[in-house]
T-cell receptor
Framework: AQSVTQPDIHITVSEGASLELRCNYSYGATPYLFWYVQSPGQGLQLLLK??????LVQGIKGFEAEFKRSQSSFNLRKPSVHWSDAAEYFC????????????FGTGTRLLVSP | DAGVTQSPTHLIKTRGQQVTLRCSPKSGHDTVSWYQQALGQGPQFIFQ???????QRGNFPDRFSGHQFPNYSSELNVNALLLGDSALYLCASSSTRKEYGYTFGSGTRLTVV
């Protein structure tokens, strides 16, 4: 069965510092991978997605992620964090062709310190 | 262009009661999926509706049921509410013409007391 692991429950980063959020997935075929962000009380906003091709994917708000098949990872990065980036981040894998269920990790809460 | 609209925003129900949550998909979308997000957890897939039929279902009991209307809007019904049903319920719409092109609503926060 498909699964996603986000090993860090909370991460605190100083404003202006770089960020990396980890994501490992388990999926038998070529995965469709996503990163979503959720602000308190809000729905999910898509940051970026990987379907195929270039393994370094650019997203919105200055985020990028790199797909590494050998490590089953899809880590999210940002070179300089802003206070407004504080939120919950979810990694997800698309499960199954022809039917598009998303399987989410448990999320990483990002705190940004001044 | 409106995105996905969910109503109500918040809801408080008593154990054993029944609840109906509503979702209007983004314009141009024909598929609606429902997810349950318990506190501190990632969203869990409940089911997906397309052409007014349930296309696939996650690991949820029959107390959870749904419906899709001809205008593509959808309802999620939960019967015999349990305390454990307290969660944020997210609706996501998509188009069969665009793979994995989900748009999520802001959700309905259900509290069961």
């Amino acid at each position: 069965a498909q699964s996603v692991t986000q090993p860090d429950i909370h991460i605190t980063v100083s404003e202006g510092a770089s960020l990396e959020l980890r994501c490992n997935y388990s999926y038998g075929a070529t995965p469709y991978l996503f990163w979503y962000v959720q602000s308190p009380g809000q729905g999910l906003q898509l940051l970026l997605k990987y379907f195929s091709g270039d393994t370094l994917v650019q997203g919105i708000k200055g985020f990028e992620a790199e797909f590494k098949r050998s490590q089953s990872s899809f880590n999210l990065r940002k070179p300089s964090v802003h206070w407004s980036d504080a939120a919950e981040y979810f990694c997800a894998v698309g499960a199954g062709t022809g039917f598009q269920k998303l399987v989410f990790g448990t999320g990483t809460r990002l705190l940004v310190s001044p | 262009d409106a995105g996905v609209t969910q109503s109500p925003t918040h809801l408080i129900k008593t154990r054993g009661q029944q609840v109906t949550l509503r979702c209007s998909p983004k314009s141009g979308h024909d598929t609606v999926s429902w997810y349950q997000q318990a506190l501190g957890q990632g969203p869990q897939f409940i089911f997906q509706y397309y052409e007014e039929e349930e296309r696939q279902r996650g690991n949820f009991p029959d107390r959870f049921s749904g419906h899709q209307f001809p205008n593509y809007s959808s309802e999620l019904n939960v019967n015999a509410l349990l305390l454990g049903d307290s969660a944020l319920y997210l609706c996501a719409s998509s188009s069969t013409r665009k793979e994995y092109g989900y748009t999520f609503g802001s959700g309905t926060r259900l509290t069961v007391v």
